[in-house]
């Protein structure tokens, strides 16, 4: 009885515990299914794959109540995000008996994506088939989430290296790795391909380069200066490239070096750009010493001024530093007054204008001219000024000299008309005696045919010497200033046809055809001095005629011009004059070698003609070509006839004829 009760007791004991242990394996598989409601999202399907079981995490993270989602397939929560065979994959894996684990897009019920990693696992009946799965997801979306935006970080980063011609680097000082950016291995002109070591880069420098680069990395890593050097690379092609390179190492606490990193930007653009300013500074500062031309700038109180001002002022660059006080102390004593007026002036004009002298230290004085212009702010308060100082000492000395010239040759000048005048009129005196006999030996009858013709040889060599006479008493006037001009209104056909009057006899004598007075002159009207315009036109006549061609012919000619001006032409039909010896015409004594073809004249009556017309106002001047003859022309202001409206003339067509 005893030891029955005592088995019996046992096997109670027994299956006491063995209920205890049963209800602990329930409550941690209990805890278990909460651990993993909690975490995960759990679902199960049926072979068909529609939804049988969601847990409430599958909820709360697609957002879908329960009974939205029972009975529909997992198409509910496609994002479209993966294509077509990406499910397909899927789907045959699992009916196949297989585990398929990878990570999924799906959508919410708002239309937002979540991405999951997740396990599909097929339950297997006896035969082997699936009779339901069951799915077990974790939300990654965070995770996805920050890498995507990892990604673009990178991809910006990327882009903007390139954009920058920028690259990084990070050298690994342990284990001697080296890492660079895409950018890098082109910037060095290395195959994007090969393997990034130290060696290479060290290889890509240029030779003249390399020693220092080299030097700036021993002094970073060992006595942690900072790493910023400018180099050239030598490129495969033979072209040479700069870049700027910046870095610094990472220590650990005992001060040992970890990693050395660094960024790497191409930087030839910007050095060539410098080399263009340093030439172009130095073409300045060429261009400055050859006009012996300096500038200055004051803004904030600060002076500036350029090298060549301190060759112009003498002083040492080393010993001396540009003032405003220093300046004024270089400037002329005499000049100083009106220096300090001119610049009290130019803060109220805003400009400034002035040449000066200048006291060197060497006791010399310069000539110097100064421009400036102030700046204003909106409150008209002058903020800065900015001028050039040039060293014109030169060009003074040259202008006096050239007054002293010109002063000179005006009393020269002066004095060779008094003389012209006078000796003009000592000839003519006795030249009129002997014209006046050799008119009574004419006249005398019972001469023989000789006598006559030696008589009329003086008489044609003293009637051409005293028109020299007059012409040069003529130039001589003019030159002198002592020619007076009296400008009245003047009949243009009376004019011309007075001169076409004193001409036509000699017209006959050279067998010129010479033209009538044109119609088209009678009404018009110059503002001249009749006398000397009649002086003029005559000339151009005479000369058209004696310069002409055999059989030849002379016309005239009249056409308006612009700003109320009237030109009469003088048209030839002579052997004509190359343009390049037109100008010399107007000179005079110039003949352009007439005088060889036994041409009489003065190589004076043009000169005269030229500085007549000028002294009316007009304007005088030749068209000729060679072999097509010459037109001369003279051209006047045009006036009313005296008592008379100017609207009243009848105008032309600018070809000489009323329309």
């Given at each position: ?24 394996a329930?409550s ?80 919410r ?123 050239r ?33 191409d ?94 230290p ?7 001219h100064?421009q ?18 040039q060293?014109?000492t030169?060009q ?49 009858e ?5 006598q ?8 044609h ?56 007075c ?27 005629i ?17 700003a ?27 003949r ?24 009316m106002?007009?304007?005088?001047g ?7 003859g ?6 006047l ?6 008592g ?16």
């Amino acid at each position: 009885m005893h030891e029955g009760s005592g088995a019996r007791r046992v096997a109670c004991g027994a299956g006491v515990e063995k209920k205890r242990g049963g209800e602990r394996a329930r409550s941690d598989l209990a805890q278990l299914h909460d651990l993993l409601d909690r975490h995960a999202i759990v679902s199960e399907a049926d072979v068909d794959g529609c939804i049988t079981y969601v847990n409430d995490r599958f909820c709360e993270v697609s957002g879908y109540r329960r009974a939205e989602l029972i009975g529909h397939s997992h198409r509910i929560i496609r994002s479209g995000v993966h294509p077509p065979e990406f499910y397909r994959e899927i789907w045959d894996t699992i009916t196949a008996g297989r585990i398929w684990q990878g990570v999924l897009c799906n959508r919410r019920k708002d239309g937002s994506h979540y991405w999951v990693r997740g396990t599909i696992m097929p339950v297997l009946g006896d035969d082997g088939l699936p009779l339901r799965y069951l799915s077990v997801r974790t939300d990654i979306t965070e995770i996805i989430e920050f890498e995507q935006a990892l990604q673009r970080s990178e991809e910006r980063l990327r882009r903007a290296q390139i954009y920058a011609d920028v690259g990084t680097w990070d050298w690994d000082m342990v284990t001697g790795g080296l890492y660079w950016s895409e950018q890098v291995a082109p910037m060095l002109g290395l195959d994007p391909m090969a393997e990034t070591r130290y060696e290479h880069f060290i290889e890509a420098v240029h030779p003249d380069d390399r020693q220092r680069v080299i030097d700036a990395i021993d002094a970073c890593i060992w006595r942690g200066e900072k790493y910023q050097v400018e180099h050239r690379v030598v490129l495969p092609d033979g072209r040479v490239r700069w870049m700027l390179e910046q870095g610094d190492v990472t220590r650990d606490a005992a001060g040992r070096p970890l990693h050395m990193l660094g960024v790497v930007q191409d930087i030839t653009p910007r050095r060539q750009a410098e080399e263009k300013l340093r030439a172009a500074m130095r073409s300045l500062a060429n261009a400055q010493r050859i006009a012996r031309l300096g500038n200055w700038d004051i803004e904030s109180g600060e002076l500036y001024w350029s090298e060549e001002i301190y060759r112009i002022f003498g002083r040492d660059p080393r010993s001396f530093t540009p003032s405003y006080d220093g300046f004024h102390a270089a400037v002329h004593p005499d000049d100083a007054s009106l220096v300090r007026e001119q610049e009290q002036e130019a803060y109220r004009t805003g400009v400034f204008s002035l040449t000066h002298r200048i006291l060197r230290p060497d006791g010399s004085v310069r000539h110097v001219h100064q421009q400036a212009e102030v700046y204003f702010d909106a409150a008209g308060q002058p903020v800065r000024v900015s001028g050039t100082v040039q060293d014109v000492t030169v060009q003074v000395e040259r202008e006096r000299h050239l007054e002293e010239a010109r002063q000179e040759a005006e009393r020269a000048s002066q004095a060779k008309s008094r003389f012209l005048s006078s000796m003009s009129h000592e000839l003519r005196t006795p030249l009129n005696a002997i014209l006046g006999f050799a008119q009574l030996l004419e006249m005398e009858e019972g001469l023989t045919a000789d006598q006559r013709e030696n008589i009329d040889e003086i008489l044609h060599a003293g009637r051409h010497l005293l028109e020299l006479i007059n012409e040069v008493l003529d130039l001589a006037r003019i030159e002198a200033g002592h020619l007076h001009v009296v400008p009245e209104p003047v009949r243009c056909c009376e004019l011309v046809a007075e001169c076409l009057g004193l001409t036509r006899a000699m017209a006959g004598q050279h067998g010129i055809a010479l033209g009538e007075c044109p119609r088209s002159l009678c009404p018009v009207w110059f503002r001249a001095d009749r006398r000397r315009l009649k002086q003029a036109i005559v000339n151009l006549i005479s000369n058209a005629i004696k310069y002409n061609r055999p059989q030849g012919r002379v016309a005239l000619r009249i056409a308006r011009g612009p700003a109320g001006r009237v030109r009469i032409e003088v048209e030839d039909t002579g052997p004509g004059i190359a343009p390049d010896r037109q100008r010399q015409l107007f000179e005079p004594f110039e003949r352009l070698g007439a005088e060889v073809l036994g041409i009489e004249g003065t190589g004076i009556g043009l000169a005269i003609s030229k500085r007549l017309v000028e002294a009316m106002g007009g304007s005088i001047g030749v068209t000729s070509a060679p072999g097509e003859g010459s037109t001369f022309w003279v051209e006047l202001p045009e006036t009313s006839p005296p008592g008379a409206d100017r609207t009243t003339t009848t105008p032309t067509d600018g070809r000489g004829e009323p329309p």
